[in-house]
């Protein structure tokens, strides 16, 4: 069965740093792209950052240009999110997706993606 695991988030002062992982069984990330999202409590899922399964397209939101970095760790069958300068506008609920088709270009689209993580909780807060 295919499974998706978000690990790394937490409470982190304004200005701190985390870094989020995106964990897969049952399959090999390398020929997905994968996007993170991130839903705010009575906000729609947004599109924060993706990744192409070629490792040849990175596309980010403009509210985190900058601030994140989206990479691929192949040994570990793994993606990040290196999070920086994190904002209070940060807060939410943050999900790895992952999209069979294959495209030249990634898609920050929830209706793209075919497989779902449970989401791990972002909170920036003094």
């Known amino acids: 069965q295919l499974q998706l695991v978000e690990s790394g988030g937490g409470l982190v002062q304004p200005g701190g740093s985390l870094r989020l992982s995106c964990a897969a069984s049952g399959f090999t990330l390398d020929y997905y792209a994968i996007g993170w999202f991130r839903q705010a409590p009575g906000k729609e899922r947004e599109g924060v950052s993706c990744?192409?399964?070629?490792?040849?397209?990175?596309n980010y939101a403009d509210s985190v240009k900058g601030r994140f970095t989206i990479s691929r760790d192949h040994a570990k069958n793994a993606v990040h999110l290196q999070m920086n300068s994190l904002k209070p506008e940060d807060t939410a609920v943050y999900y790895c997706?992952?999209?069979?088709?294959?495209?030249?270009?990634?898609?920050?689209?929830?209706?793209?993606?075919?497989?779902w993580g449970q989401g791990t909780q972002v909170t920036v807060s003094s």
């Open positions: 990744i192409s399964s070629s490792d040849g397209s990175i």
């Open positions: 997706a992952a999209e069979s088709f294959t495209r030249t270009m990634c898609v920050m689209a929830v209706e793209t993606y075919d497989y």
